[in-house]
């Protein structure tokens, strides 16, 4: 009798810094109702203690440079043993390096969950126009662009009222070194992923309404 299919799980959000992972990450999760893993957004917070791995990761997140592979692998291997992963979960801005990329799919492919791998491609100047225009609520996390979503009261979030702000590591310089380092590291995650036999689905990250391509997403998992 042939093998049943692995149930896809895990859903893999990978593609350049302002792809749009984390506005479909956050789409995605209240329509399919998982949680959503930012390695990008641990991180900050981490960083938010004064101590001295808080201030190696400010240094390192404020120059575009990423963190070492044993500190994301750590910080996701413990947030998917969690209760709320066991339905499934969406991982944005990780696995980000082919070490990464190496340990999380050993450890998927040991506790026998499925996986799927949704690559965002846009063009780099459609990049850096986003990210120039990206503001982002420090108390709520609610993220608004000027120009394709702005908030309806100048500098203040819709949803709470606190100031907006701008990413330290959105700066243009700290963009463009942001960029190198997708070329370098995670770009060829994707010859890995394809010479995988993972599930890896291009689609088009820019064109259509994030809303839009979170549903073609959710159908494609579904
Ligand atoms: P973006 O995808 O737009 O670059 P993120 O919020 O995902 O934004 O990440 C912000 C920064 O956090 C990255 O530039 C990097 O310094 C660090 N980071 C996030 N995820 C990882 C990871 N998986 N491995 C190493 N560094 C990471």
Same mark, same amino acid.
């Given at each position: 009798m042939p093998d049943a299919p692995i149930p896809v799980r895990a859903l893999i959000l990978f593609g350049?810094?302002?792809?749009?992972?984390?506005?479909?990450?956050? !789409?995605?999760?209240? &329509? *399919?109702e998982i949680p959503?893993?930012?390695?990008?957004?641990?991180?900050r917070e981490r960083m938010l203690a004064d101590d001295a791995?808080? !201030?190696?990761?400010? &240094? *390192?997140?404020?120059?575009?440079?990423l963190v070492s592979d044993e500190l994301a692998n750590q910080m996701v291997e413990e947030r998917i043993q969690r209760p709320d992963c066991a339905a499934g979960f969406i991982l944005d801005g990780y696995p980000r390096t082919l070490g990464q990329a190496g340990a999380i799919c050993r450890k998927l492919t040991l506790r026998g969950i499925g996986w799927v791998v949704v690559h965002l491609k846009?063009?780099?100047?459609?990049?850096?126009?986003?990210l120039a225009g990206r503001r982002h609520c420090t108390q709520c996390g609610a993220v608004y662009n000027l120009t394709s979503s702005p908030?309806?009261?100048?500098?203040?979030?819709?949803?709470c009222g606190f100031r907006l702000a701008v990413r330290d590591d959105d700066a243009e310089m700290v963009v463009?070194?942001?960029?190198?380092?997708?070329?370098?590291?995670?770009?060829?995650?994707?010859e890995f992923f394809s010479a995988g036999g993972c599930r890896l689905l291009e689609m088009n990250g820019a064109g259509d309404s994030p809303a839009v391509i979170a549903r073609r997403i959710c159908e494609i998992v579904a």
């Open positions: 350049p810094p302002g792809s749009g992972k984390g506005t479909q990450a956050r !789409l995605i999760q209240q &329509r *399919l959503h893993i930012s390695t990008g957004d641990m991180l791995l808080g !201030l190696s990761i400010k &240094r *390192l997140v404020d120059a575009g440079a846009v063009d780099y100047n459609e990049i850096i126009s986003r908030p309806k009261t100048p500098d203040r979030c819709d949803v463009r070194k942001r960029l190198e380092a997708y070329d370098e590291q995670t770009r060829p995650l994707v």
